[in-house]
């Protein structure tokens, strides 16, 4: 007893309080901003090296929905333009809002319309499917139960069951294996519900995009509320995401 109170002080308050406002190490790459200079001409290393084609030039421009938050195109840029921050906030609705350009302070999403509010705005049950995905953006959401994030303090929750959920979180880029299960999970869900896409692979299919593995259709089918990018994205943007969305 006297060890684990021991510990317990050593390790001091694990709470993360103020969600919108936490702090992060430098090594921890979030939303990119762009020095205000031109690109030398003819440079295109940027483009070359992004593993899912995020990058576009002319004017130049990241694709958070694509990209994977490696610092490749970051360490490559000879004019060092390109640069990520520690800034976590980057859920977005619509999907256009994660094309970032030179003029792109910040990201937040629209507010969700006044019913969604209405019938989630103090209480949201969601259940999460993992559409072939690595186990990262799986391995992230289940951390928001934990003593540090504590997502429940908000009335935010998943269930076990999507009969109890008012909604979906998606990860993965959707393999042809998991269609048919995704779309009898949403089926179970009752009316309203809503769709959350959590991770490069689930918002454009990241790396995998390419792949003949996968089958986006349902994707296509159905109306998305809100998109948080990352490979994986941390708990505080899927919080942060949330609460901008239920305009909380």
Known sequence: ??????????????????????????????????????????????????PTGAISLNPLKIDLGLC????????????KIIRFTDD??????????LIVGRNTKSIKPEAASEKIRKYFGKSLKL???????????????????NVNFDLGRYGIEFTAS????????ITGPITKNMTAALSLCYEA???PKIIILFGTCAISGGIFKDSEQIDRKFL???????YIPGCPPNPLTFMCGLLDWLDR
């Open 88 to 97: 976590y906030h980057v859920a977005a609705y619509p999907r256009e809002r």
């Open 68 to 79: 994977v938050f490696c610092p490749l195109c970051q360490e490559t840029c000879p004019e």
């Open 162 to 169: 999507p009969r109890h959920a008012d909604g979906i979180v």
């Open 220 to 226: 296509n089918d159905n109306k998305i509320d809100l």
């Open 189 to 191: 869900v009752p009316h």
């Open 1 to 50: 007893m006297n060890d684990a109170i021991k510990i317990r002080i050593l390790q001091g308050d694990p709470i993360v309080h103020d969600v919108r406002n936490a702090s992060f190490p430098s090594r921890y790459r979030g939303l990119p901003v762009f020095a205000d200079k031109e690109c030398p001409p003819g440079c295109n290393k940027c483009v070359e090296v992004c």
């Open 127 to 145: 259940r999460q499917v993992s559409a072939g995905g690595c186990n990262g953006c799986e391995l992230e959401l289940t951390a928001l139960s």
